[in-house]
């Protein structure tokens, strides 16, 4: 069993920037690949951004690469998702996910636990 706490969302200007923290339970943290989802008001949860357990891989979905940096700390047991360059729509929930499957874009059904979510609000 793994349990996700994430914290680090707010509100903030666009252009502004903000560090994204996931805080995991468990000693089986550094098993499994971390990513993030976001889902906004009335779309779809999408993914965001993975990494991979020893954090040697990582990969972005194409509207925040060059913007987002995933990585993780396994000895703290955390993932990170900085955001720079924040967009309005970068406005969403942001979820943090583990998962036992790498894959360079990672789908729901690959997510083993799930956190509660933190909001990220970019105003124009």
């Known amino acids: 069993q793994v349990q996700l706490v994430e914290s680090g969302g707010g509100l903030v200007q666009a252009g502004g920037s903000l560090r994204l923290s996931c805080a995991a339970s468990?000693?089986?943290?550094?098993?499994?690949?971390m990513s993030w989802f976001r889902q906004a008001p009335g779309k779809e949860r999408e993914f965001v951004a993975v990494i991979s357990w020893s954090g040697g891989r990582t990969d972005y979905t194409n509207s925040v690469k060059g913007r987002f940096t995933i990585s993780r700390d396994n000895a703290k047991n955390t993932v990170y998702l900085q955001m720079n360059s924040l967009k309005p729509e970068d406005t969403a929930i942001y979820y943090c996910a583990a998962g036992r499957i790498y894959t360079n874009f990672v789908t729901r059904d690959k997510i083993d636990y799930w956190g509660q979510g933190t909001q990220v609000t970019v105003s124009s």
């Open positions: 468990g000693r089986t943290f550094g098993t499994y690949a």
